[in-house]
C-alpha cells in the first residue's frame, strides 16, 4: 500500500459533538470547507494538506490508534477506554470546553436502600449471583467498579440504549454518559451519589508515533494547539478600555496595581490622550493632570469587580470587548506535547 500524503484529522460525524466540533474549529480560526454536506471529507484552507475525515466518537480513537489517522476530536471517555495500554495515542488537549458530561453508575429508582456505592457493594454480596452491568465502557466501569469493592460483576457490552436495561431484564444496573441526568430520569433510574467514574469532555488527540517521526504532522500540531490554546484563553477573558486622569502612565499604573483584578496579563497598557484642551482667558492648560486610556485584559468572572475598581481610581467611559485570541510566547500544552513525544 503507497504511503499516504495527506495529514488526516477526524471528527464526530453526526450529533451534538459533531456541530460543536466544527463550530470550535471555526471560532479558532480553522473553518472548514466542505462543499458537498454529504461527503465524509472535508479540507481546512487554514492548514494546507489537512483532509478532515467523519467517524463515530469510537472509530476516531481506534482510527488515531492504529496511524490510519493523525488528529482527532472526541471525548476522552472513549478516548480512556479505547486508546490501548501502549502510549499510541496522546491526547493534546483534555478539556475544549465542549461535550461535557459524566460517566456514572445509575442504579434503578426502585433500589432506594442504594444510594452509595457502599450500599451498591453491600446489595450485590446480598444478590448471592454476579450483578450485571450494562455499559459501552467495559474497561472503565470493570476498573473502577473492582476498585471500589463491587463483586462479583458481570459487565454486559452494550451499543444500544442502556437506560432501558434494568427494566427489560438484562442487567441490574448501568454504567453510562450522563449529561443533564433527564434521560436516567425518563427511564427510573438514579446516578449514585458518589459513583462518578470519570468527568468527560471533547478532546483533541494524536498518533504519537506520527507526531515523533513526521514534521509535517508535528508542525500541523504546534498550529493547532497554538489556536486552541489562543481561543481557549481568549474566551475566559474581556479587553477593558478606560480613560483616566493622572500625572504620568507610571503614575496611574500604581493606582492600577494597587487593585485586585487589573493586573492584565503583565500590565495595563496606558497611552495619553489627545484632547481639545480647555485653556484659560490668558491661554494656558487648566491643570497638570492629563488624561490617558488605559487598555487591560480582565478575567470573565471577574469583570464586576474589575470596573468598580477602574471607577474607583477614576476611570470613565469604560469600554469592554470581546477577546478573540491570546497567544503565549508558547502554549504549556505544546511544550508537553513536546516532551512526551520524546520520551516515547
Not at 92 to 102: D, M, N, S, V
Not at 251 to 264: D, E, M, P, W, Y
Request: charged share 20%.
Amino acid at each position: 500500500m503507497p504511503k499516504r500524503t495527506e495529514i488526516r484529522l477526524s471528527l464526530p460525524s453526526k450529533g451534538r459533538l459533531a456541530e460543536d466540533a466544527v463550530n470550535f474549529l471555526a471560532a479558532c480560526g480553522l473553518h472548514l470547507y466542505k462543499p458537498n454536506p454529504r461527503q465524509y471529507a472535508a479540507t481546512v484552507p487554514a492548514l494546507p494538506g489537512v483532509t478532515v475525515l467523519f467517524q463515530r466518537p469510537t472509530d476516531i480513537v481506534v482510527s488515531v490508534r492504529d496511524g490510519s489517522v493523525d488528529f482527532g476530536i472526541t471525548g476522552l471517555d472513549v478516548t480512556t477506554e479505547y486508546g490501548g495500554g501502549n502510549g499510541e495515542v496522546l491526547v493534546l488537549h483534555e478539556a475544549l470546553g465542549f461535550g461535557g458530561c459524566r460517566l456514572a453508575v445509575a442504579v434503578p429508582e426502585a433500589w432506594s436502600e442504594v444510594t452509595t456505592l457502599n450500599d451498591l457493594a453491600a446489595y450485590t454480596r446480598a444478590l448471592g449471583k454476579p450483578l450485571r452491568v450494562a455499559t459501552q465502557f467495559p474497561n472503565l466501569a470493570g476498573d473502577f467498579l473492582t476498585r471500589k469493592g463491587i463483586a462479583p460483576i458481570s459487565l454486559v457490552k452494550s451499543e444500544g440504549t442502556l437506560e432501558i436495561a434494568p427494566a427489560i431484564g438484562y442487567a441490574d444496573c448501568i454504567v453510562d454518559l450522563v449529561a443533564s441526568g433527564q434521560t436516567l430520569i425518563d427511564n427510573r433510574l438514579r446516578p449514585l451519589a458518589d459513583g462518578v467514574v470519570m468527568r468527560s469532555e471533547a478532546a483533541l488527540i494524536a498518533n504519537r508515533a506520527a507526531l515523533r517521526d513526521q514534521s509535517e504532522v508535528l508542525a500541523v500540531a504546534r498550529t493547532l494547539l497554538e489556536f486552541t490554546e489562543a481561543h481557549l484563553r481568549a474566551e475566559a477573558h474581556y479587553l477593558v478600555v478606560a480613560n483616566m486622569r493622572g500625572e504620568t502612565p507610571q503614575a496611574i499604573a500604581r493606582q492600577i496595581f494597587a487593585q485586585h483584578v487589573l493586573g492584565g496579563l503583565q500590565g495595563p497598557t496606558i497611552a495619553p490622550v489627545v484632547v481639545r484642551e480647555d485653556l484659560d482667558a490668558n491661554g494656558t492648560s487648566d491643570g497638570a493632570l492629563h488624561w490617558h486610556a488605559v487598555q487591560v485584559v480582565v478575567r470573565r468572572d471577574k469583570l464586576i469587580q474589575a470596573i468598580a475598581e477602574l471607577r474607583a481610581i477614576g476611570g470613565s467611559g469604560v469600554v469592554v470587548t470581546p477577546v478573540t485570541y491570546i497567544f503565549e510566547e508558547e502554549p504549556a500544552r505544546y511544550k508537553a506535547m513536546m516532551a512526551a513525544v520524546k520520551g516515547f
